[in-house]
């Protein structure tokens, strides 16, 4: 049975950096589409970064510039490389995997547990 499992969340204040990292396990590691999303209370969650292939990356506008995606095959880890955080980053993240179909990633469908990441002033 494949897993996402994340770690790295945790409090910081607005302008520092956090490094999230989601570790693939099982049939996951075979997948080529993982993402990390985010979820606000009371908000849809929302997708921050994907990476679809070596080099095949993705980011929601109000982050790019700030955050990197990238994937450690060796490691089966996707990380979410943060930096200059914002108050407004402040949600619970999760990775994302899907599967693809013709050559295309489907929706997202299966997650990890979440790790929280609050910015403060």
């Known amino acids: 049975q494949g897993q996402l499992v994340e770690s790295g969340g945790g409090s910081v204040q607005a302008g520092g950096s956090l490094r999230l990292s989601c570790l693939v396990s099982?049939?996951?590691?075979?997948?080529?589409?993982m993402g990390w999303f985010r979820q606000r209370p009371g908000e849809d969650r929302e997708r921050v970064a994907t990476v679809e292939g070596p080099g095949i990356t993705s980011y929601k506008d109000s982050v790019k510039g700030r955050f990197t995606i990238s994937r450690d095959y060796a490691e089966n880890t996707v990380y979410l490389q943060m930096n200059s955080l914002k108050l407004e980053d402040t949600a619970m993240y999760y990775c994302a995997a899907t599967r693809e179909f013709g050559g295309k990633c489907q929706e997202y469908n299966t997650w990890g547990q979440g790790t929280q990441v609050t910015v403060s002033s």
């Open positions: 099982g049939h996951l590691i075979s997948w080529r589409c």
